[in-house]
C-alpha cells in the first residue's frame, strides 16, 4: 500500500525501505521490562505494519536474548521474503563463552549464523555493527563483514552507536581495502537528544550514509503524555528505569527529566505545532526527523497496534512548515561548545548546497 507510507533509499545504496522502519525491541519477554509483547501480539503489530505500507524491520541478536529474532523469524517464513528488508546487530554476547563478545572474525561469523537460523533465512539485508570494539582491529571485523556480503549470507551493511571519527575510520579503510561501503548508520537522534549533529550528520551526508534514527520519542518523553508536576505513567519504561535506577538513553530518570526546563520547553512547542497541524505530539516529534536530509528511516517501538497505527500517521500525507521547523529546531538546540561553537560561527556562509542529500 505504497500510499500509506513513503519509501526512501537507504543512504547512497540502491535498496528502497519505507521512511518508518518497525523495531523490536519490544518482541519477546524480557525479565523485569514492561510492555514486552508475546508471539501473537507481536505478529499482529507485523500484519498491521505491513498493511501500513512498511517494509524495513529492525532486530539484533540480544534482544530479549535472541527472541525477538524467533518471532520475527517464525512471522517471516509465511511471508514472501524478497519484500522485506531486515536488520539485524552484532556486537554483545547471547550465549555463554570468553568468544561469545565483540567484533572478532570468529564471533562475527558464528553470531550471522545463528541469527540467521532465529530468522528462518537464507540472508539478511542490512547487518549491522551494534557498537564499536577497542579490542578487535577494524580490518578484522570489516574484513570478515565484507566476506559475509561475498558469501551471500548479508547483503549491506551499516554501524550503530559510534562516533564521528570511529565512522569516517570505517569509510575510510573500507575504500583502501577495496571493500563493500557501508550505507547507514543507526543512532539515537531526536527532539531532546541532537548530538549527532556535532559530526556524524556531516559524515553521513559528505559519504552517502543514511541514518536511521532509534528513539525518537526518547523512551515516550516525547508523545505528550509525561507530566512535569506528576509522575512518570504507570507501565512505561521510564517509570520502571527511575523506580529501579536501571535508567539507559531510551529510559532516563524522570526525576531528573522534571527539572530540565528544555524538556519541557521543547513539550510545549510540539503541542503547539501538534494542534496546529491536527496530529499528535509524537506524529511531531516522528516527521520532523523525516523531514531532516539525511535520514533515511525513523525507527518506531511498538508495545500495540494502535501506538503503530498512531506512528505510522508521520509517514505521509503532510508535512511541518519551514517556519514550524524553524521553532522546533531552536528551542532544541544544543548549547554550542569548543571546538563545535568556533566551527560553526567561521562556516556559517561556507556551506555547500551540493553536497549528497
Same mark, same amino acid.
Given at each position: 500500500?505504497?500510499?500509506?507510507?513513503?519509501?526512501?533509499?537507504?543512504?547512497?545504496?540502491?535498496? @528502497?525501505?519505507?521512511?518508518?522502519?518497525?523495531?523490536?525491541?519490544?518482541?519477546?519477554?524480557?525479565?523485569?521490562?514492561?510492555?514486552?509483547?508475546?508471539?501473537?501480539?507481536? *505478529?499482529?503489530?507485523?500484519?498491521?505494519?505491513?498493511?501500513?505500507?512498511?517494509?524495513?524491520?529492525?532486530?539484533?541478536?540480544?534482544?530479549?536474548?535472541?527472541?525477538?529474532?524467533?518471532?520475527?523469524?517464525?512471522?517471516?517464513?509465511?511471508?514472501?521474503?524478497?519484500?522485506?528488508?531486515?536488520?539485524? @546487530?552484532?556486537?554483545?554476547?547471547?550465549?555463554?563463552?570468553?568468544?561469545?563478545?565483540?567484533?572478532?572474525? *570468529?564471533?562475527?561469523?558464528?553470531?550471522?549464523?545463528?541469527?540467521?537460523?532465529?530468522?528462518?533465512?537464507?540472508?539478511?539485508?542490512?547487518?549491522?555493527?551494534?557498537?564499536?570494539?577497542?579490542?578487535?582491529?577494524?580490518?578484522?571485523?570489516?574484513?570478515?563483514?565484507?566476506?559475509?556480503?561475498?558469501?551471500?549470507?548479508?547483503?549491506?551493511?551499516?554501524?550503530?552507536?559510534?562516533?564521528?571519527?570511529?565512522?569516517?575510520?570505517?569509510?575510510?579503510?573500507?575504500?583502501?581495502?577495496?571493500?563493500? @561501503?557501508?550505507?547507514?548508520?543507526?543512532?539515537?537522534?531526536?527532539?531532546?537528544?541532537?548530538?549527532?549533529?556535532?559530526?556524524?550528520?556531516?559524515?553521513?551526508?559528505?559519504?552517502?550514509?543514511?541514518?536511521?534514527?532509534?528513539?525518537?520519542?526518547?523512551?515516550?518523553?516525547?508523545?505528550?503524555?509525561?507530566?512535569?508536576?506528576?509522575?512518570a505513567p504507570e507501565g512505561t519504561r521510564i517509570s520502571h528505569s527511575t523506580k529501579t535506577g536501571q535508567t539507559f538513553e531510551a529510559a532516563p530518570d524522570f526525576e531528573k527529566i522534571k527539572k530540565d526546563d528544555k524538556t519541557?520547553?521543547?513539550?510545549?512547542?510540539?503541542?503547539?505545532?501538534?494542534?496546529?497541524?491536527?496530529?499528535?505530539?509524537?506524529?511531531?516529534?516522528?516527521?520532523?526527523?523525516?523531514?531532516?536530509?539525511?535520514?533515511?528511516?525513523?525507527?518506531?517501538?511498538?508495545?500495540?497496534?494502535?501506538?503503530?497505527?498512531?506512528?505510522?500517521?508521520?509517514?505521509?500525507?503532510?508535512?511541518?512548515?519551514?517556519?514550524?521547523?524553524?521553532?522546533?529546531?531552536?528551542?532544541?538546540?544544543?548549547?554550542?561548545?569548543?571546538?563545535?561553537?568556533?566551527?560553526?560561527?567561521?562556516?556559517?556562509?561556507?556551506?555547500? @548546497?551540493?553536497?549528497?542529500?
Amino acid at each position: 500500500m505504497a500510499d500509506k507510507t513513503e519509501y526512501r533509499f537507504l543512504g547512497g545504496s540502491g535498496l @528502497k525501505v519505507s521512511n518508518i522502519s518497525l523495531g523490536t525491541m519490544t518482541f519477546g519477554a524480557m525479565a523485569g521490562w514492561p510492555g514486552q509483547c508475546d508471539e501473537a501480539a507481536s *505478529h499482529a503489530i507485523l500484519d498491521r505494519y505491513v498493511e501500513l505500507g512498511g517494509n524495513f524491520i529492525d532486530t539484533a541478536d540480544i534482544y530479549a536474548g535472541g527472541k525477538s529474532e524467533e518471532i520475527i523469524g517464525s512471522w517471516l517464513e509465511k511471508q514472501q521474503r524478497e519484500k522485506f528488508v531486515v536488520a539485524t @546487530k552484532v556486537r554483545f554476547n547471547t550465549r555463554k563463552g570468553i568468544n561469545r563478545w565483540g567484533l572478532s572474525r *570468529h564471533h562475527i561469523m558464528q553470531s550471522i549464523d545463528d541469527s540467521l537460523r532465529r530468522l528462518r533465512t537464507d540472508y539478511v539485508d542490512l547487518y549491522q555493527i551494534h557498537l564499536w570494539d577497542e579490542a578487535v582491529p577494524l580490518e578484522e571485523t570489516l574484513s570478515a563483514l565484507n566476506d559475509l556480503v561475498r558469501a551471500g549470507k548479508v547483503r549491506y551493511l551499516g554501524a550503530s552507536n559510534v562516533t564521528g571519527w570511529q565512522l569516517q575510520k570505517i569509510v575510510e579503510l573500507s575504500k583502501s581495502m577495496g571493500l563493500h @561501503k557501508w550505507i547507514s548508520l543507526q543512532a539515537e537522534y531526536s527532539l531532546l537528544c541532537r548530538g549527532i549533529e556535532l559530526e556524524l550528520t556531516d559524515v553521513c551526508r559528505k559519504e552517502g550514509i543514511g541514518i536511521i534514527p532509534w528513539s525518537p520519542l526518547k523512551g515516550g518523553l516525547l508523545t505528550g503524555k509525561f507530566k512535569r508536576e506528576g509522575d512518570a505513567p504507570e507501565g512505561t519504561r521510564i517509570s520502571h528505569s527511575t523506580k529501579t535506577g536501571q535508567t539507559f538513553e531510551a529510559a532516563p530518570d524522570f526525576e531528573k527529566i522534571k527539572k530540565d526546563d528544555k524538556t519541557w520547553n521543547v513539550l510545549d512547542v510540539m503541542k503547539k505545532v501538534a494542534e496546529a497541524q491536527g496530529k499528535t505530539v509524537a506524529q511531531v516529534a516522528i516527521r520532523w526527523l523525516l523531514q531532516k536530509g539525511v535520514v533515511s528511516s525513523v525507527i518506531i517501538g511498538a508495545k500495540t497496534v494502535q501506538q503503530l497505527e498512531d506512528n505510522m500517521g508521520a509517514a505521509t500525507g503532510w508535512e511541518i512548515t519551514e517556519e514550524q521547523m524553524a521553532e522546533l529546531d531552536t528551542v532544541s538546540q544544543m548549547d554550542a561548545f569548543y571546538p563545535y561553537n568556533m566551527i560553526r560561527y567561521a562556516n556559517a556562509d561556507r556551506v555547500r @548546497k551540493n553536497m549528497c542529500q
